[in-house]
């Protein structure tokens, strides 16, 4: 018998184009759990901004790994691990912190709807991102709430408390409702808009950028307030996304059974 150990295979290296895409998804990851320890000390504002901000980074990684050619499937893994902690844990429990615990155990169950929701809708789109030829609406339309919207909209009530109507929006019977409307849209399937793929004509890219120079400058000046009207008009985009949906169905004659749903695949690989 031979003495000899049988050797290890060499591992690759990473290039730094796949690394830079991972650190902003970690970045992002630490982001979303700082927002609980936000929330557990009461600092509300602060807890909603880290939340924003692992939005931000959540939709730069996958895109700057696109840029840099650095997708990976460690990299799709590890942003779904990020999604699920950023936007499915971290808002439903500043959530609890902030109104939910005064439902005692009840409050409790509509965090773990939530979380659970998240994750089976993560899950789910893992899955059928594997799918060789997706639709070809998959670019337009998600299915579906996506994660990081999804926590926008559940936060909706405590961005709004920050300016009007705290003793109204802070109840746990009006938290308990956008809690349980938002869980039900992440895992439906209602096509909603995606915006990776838009094609602008050129008559609208001037008017496109005044208004998103409007948008930064209102952040600026107003945060909550802007915040909370673009979160209503993202609400209000469903009822059209619908529409729109329906309409390439009835013209691509690709929509004729249930099956037949949009799959969102993000651009890191992953899925929202």
């Known amino acids: 018998m031979s003495d000899a150990q049988p050797q290890r295979p060499k591992r690759k290296r990473l290039s730094l184009n796949v690394m830079i895409p991972n650190m902003l998804t970690l970045i992002a990851l630490c982001s979303g759990l700082t927002a609980i320890r936000f929330a557990y000390e009461g600092r509300w504002e602060h807890a909603a901004l ?20 650095g997708t990976s499937k460690f990299g799709a893994e590890l942003d779904s691990l990020s999604d699920i902690l950023s936007f499915g844990v971290a808002p439903p429990m500043m959530l609890y912190f902030w109104s939910l615990q005064d439902f005692g ?7 773990l709807m939530f979380a659970v929701s998240c994750a089976l809708r993560l899950a789910r789109f893992n899955t059928a991102a594997e799918e ?40 746990p019977e009006v938290v308990a409702v956008f809690m349980v409307l938002v869980s039900v849209l992440m895992v439906s399937s209602i096509p909603t808009y995606s915006f ?6 050129p ?44 309409r390439i169905c009835v013209r691509t004659g690709t929509c004729e059974t249930d099956d037949e749903t949009p799959v969102d695949i993000d651009l890191n690989g992953g899925t929202r």
């Open 203 to 246: 008559k609208l890219v001037l008017p496109l950028m005044v208004t998103v120079g409007l948008v930064i400058a209102s952040m600026v000046s107003a945060p909550w307030v802007t915040l909370s009207g673009v979160l209503a008009a993202y609400l209000i985009s469903i009822p059209f996304a619908i529409r729109s949906y329906r």
């Open 50 to 69: 880290a939340i924003l901000a692992a939005a931000i980074l959540d939709a730069l990684d996958g895109r700057i790994a696109r840029l840099m050619k």
């Open 132 to 171: 060789p030829d997706p639709p070809a609406w998959a670019s337009t339309f998600f299915s579906g709430v996506p994660a990081p919207a999804a926590a926008g909209l559940v936060l909706l009530p405590m961005i709004i408390s920050f300016n009007l109507f705290e003793d109204i929006v802070r109840r």
């Open 196 to 201: 990776k793929k838009v094609k602008l004509s």
């Open 105 to 111: 155990r009840f409050g409790w169950i509509l965090v």
